[in-house]
């Protein structure tokens, strides 16, 4: 009776798992996870930033430019961090197309400020980066 109980219970387990999930539903959960109260995406400035700082995180928000070679995420408090060098990173993609568009990106964070000609602020050491 008990291993009947015990495969029966098993089974209820092994039948609530789902398949792989498809590239759609990995990027709609990263930008679940990554708009959430509480992330860094939420940070209304540096200073809430500086808790993040020198870790691995993921950003949520619209994309900009400097100068067509740098990027700018632009957070939803209007914070902006500085993608250096983007335009390398993307090397071979068309990432102006993402332009103004609501993308996420993953990286290091620095809350120092960078001494680039037309930005003054954090900047994240790119990892990944994914669009619409």
């Known amino acids: 009776m008990r291993r009947l109980s015990i495969a029966l219970m098993l089974f209820a387990v092994a039948g609530c798992s789902s398949g792989p999930k498809s590239e759609d539903e990995q990027r709609a959960e ?17 200073e809430q930033l500086e808790a993040w700082s020198g ?4 950003l949520v928000g619209t994309l900009e430019h400097l100068n067509f070679k740098h990027g700018v995420i632009r957070l939803a408090s209007g914070l902006k961090v500085f993608l250096p060098h ?7 993609f068309d990432w ?11 990286g290091v964070l620095h809350t120092y400020t960078k001494n680039i000609e037309g930005f003054r602020g ?5 990892i990944d980066f994914s669009g619409p």
């Open 30 to 46: 990263v930008f679940m996870k990554a708009e959430a109260p509480g992330s860094p995406s939420y940070a209304a400035d540096v």
């Open 96 to 106: 102006f197309k993402y332009i103004g568009q609501k993308c996420w990106v993953k």
């Open 86 to 92: 983007f335009h390398h990173f993307m090397e071979g």
């Open 55 to 58: 870790r691995k995180i993921t």
């Open 122 to 126: 954090p900047s994240l050491e790119l």
